[in-house]
């Protein structure tokens, strides 16, 4: 290992160096513009959802976030890799909780990225493509954009390049330790993004190649050994969590299938994570990783029998399963339309939409990106393979093992693609084979001014000419709507959170303008306006939803809690009936309606019979295990002149609410019933 890092040539580490300063300063200015914008201290998605998390396992305090569902995290099976929430509470643990630590820490990773990707590149061709593949790797702005956000790409770069540096010194010196070393890497690669895992077996078949290419196949068994050694060190420790946590096999998380089933449905567009029968089944027009236990809830109502997380799992995987066989001509197209979007000149969004967080950059939008990385790929490529690398000098030894980690970087590349095609992609998805692009670029590059150097105009002229016209049709391809509403969706949702709720409002707006059905800017406008007080206007932004769809149940519940504010209960209590006819089993509507009838002001709208019926079936559904429903079912028996009845249940309210921390609404409760 010594020698894989040693640099003996000046020049080469004052150009790293250069390289080093620059990533570092691109860095740095980014970071000061992260520090100004409204979202560094309100992470959304999959970001907001590992802050939560790595945060709860600090502080113990597993409260969900304002307007989130509690995901269950202690008690379900990992609903995302962990591995990068593993990363994340480690910075937590050892360098404070500001938001603003972890991306410092992942810039300086980003940093080491740079450095490793030179000592790739000169282990698989030589310093000089090493260098410029390190050039361009400290310059490209999807690196550092990622950086930024609390997600996993900086990890996963720097697993892929240490996998593959760990690889090549293993075809050098064929060892167990290697071996280990690269399953160890791959191992935590697996628990950040378990596909990874499809790569195992056709790893072992390259061992088994570069083996026999040279007479040693006595040493595969403990090679492979090593290999799966090192992986199972990072992946046991979770499976067992796991089945600890549920009693269910779950080998890192329980995300693959439904990821299954929203790559492959009847409305996948290979982009967004739709699940067709979300509204029936939960009454959500839209879902993130806090709802997930809803949506499990849900389809066990749906189905009408108990649902663990892996059999939502196994119906998840069903339904795709059942998509793809009576619709093999869809799949198909939805295939190609993947891989052309993941190859693709887009970066193709996901949280965020981040072609519209490049252009709104004072820093990024400056930077190179994809289709230079694509172009100078494809240059390198065809010097590679295409005879123009004749003159240069290697070694028999040389050569046979620069085509074996040549064929592995291929296979690398080509199982982790495919490894996407029957999910969806996405910008974040393909990062990790980025380094591998330059890298082949860096050689390309290298070519060229090899040509120039020995005066081949000739071979300069024509490589200038193929890059220039492969950057051009690639740099002029359009396919991905980059959604400018959905971007202002986000940053009135990022206001909204900093209690900027005069930009929040005016970007939910902005959302509603490019896209009227776009219900999350609804929900949005309806708080803003809510938390304003502006009541009138929240109810009137409520309405106009339920105009373009009536079915759209989390503004009609938002109605409901309005017209409740203002005092218009028997409207209210209309509502909670609409929503009961969508939901029957609605614990909360149940209670929000009887204790409406039990307690009109109007005493000719009450109606105690009715009201107790509802709130014993909330109670049922329940378990009896929510103080709020039996405070309302003590209003009820106390409105059908049952007191005896009223002040029972107030009791069981009282000691239920305490055994849960709850002593101000136990205190309430106590002053009703037993004062």
Sequence with gaps: MKNLFSIKKGWVMWALLVYVVLAGVLRGLYLQELAQGPELNHPVLDAGFHDYWARALITGDWTPPSGEGDPHIQRAPYLRPPGYVFFLNTVYRVLGQSYLTPRVVQMFLGIVNVLLVFFLGRRVFDEVSGLIAAALMSVYWIFIYFEGELLAPVLLVMFTLLILLALERWVNRPSFR?????????????????????????????????????????????????????????????????????????????????????????????????????????????????????????????????????????????????????????????????????????????????????????????????????????????VLYGGFDKKESLSTTLRARRTEILVLLHLFVAVYFISFLPFLVAARFRAPLIPILLLVGGYGVKSVSDWVRRREMKAVLMGVVLWACVFSIIKSKEAVDPNLGRWHYEEGRAYFFNRNYHRARVEAEKALEVDPDYWDASLLLIDCHTIATNLPAAESACLTALDRDASFLPARKKLVDLLTRQGKLTEAMDQYRYLLGVKPDWPEMLNNLSRALATHPDVSRRNPQESIALAEKARDLTKGQEPIILDTLASAYLSAGRNEDAVKTARLAIELARSQGKEAFAEEVRARYLD
């Design 178 to 382: 290697m071996a280990f070393l690269a399953g160890l890497v791959c191992g935590l690669f697996a628990i950040t993004r378990p596909n990874i895992l499809l790569f195992l077996p056709v790893l072992v078949v390259w061992f088994l190649w570069v083996l026999h290419r040279r007479s040693e196949v006595r040493r595969l068994p403990l090679t492979v050994a090593g290999l799966v050694l090192g992986v199972a060190v990072c992946v046991a420790p979770v499976t067992i969590r796991n089945y600890r946590a549920t009693g269910e096999f779950v080998l890192v998380s329980c995300n693959g299938e439904v990821n299954l089933y929203i790559g492959n449905n009847p409305q996948s567009d290979g982009v967004t994570s739709i699940i067709p029968e979300l509204k029936e089944v939960t009454g959500m027009s839209g879902w993130d990783w806090f709802d997930y236990p809803q949506i499990v809830e849900g389809l066990a109502q749906h189905l009408g029998r108990p649902v663990s997380y892996t059999d939502a799992a196994d119906y998840f995987a069903a339904k795709a399963w059942a998509f793809i066989r009576e619709n093999p001509r869809r799949f198909i197209e939805l295939t190609i339309i993947k891989a052309r979007l993941f190859w693709g000149p887009w970066e193709v969004p996901n949280n965020k939409v981040v072609e519209y967080e490049r252009a709104n950059s004072r820093i990024l939008r400056y930077l190179p990106g994809y289709s230079l990385a694509l172009s100078l790929a494809i240059v390198g490529l065809l």
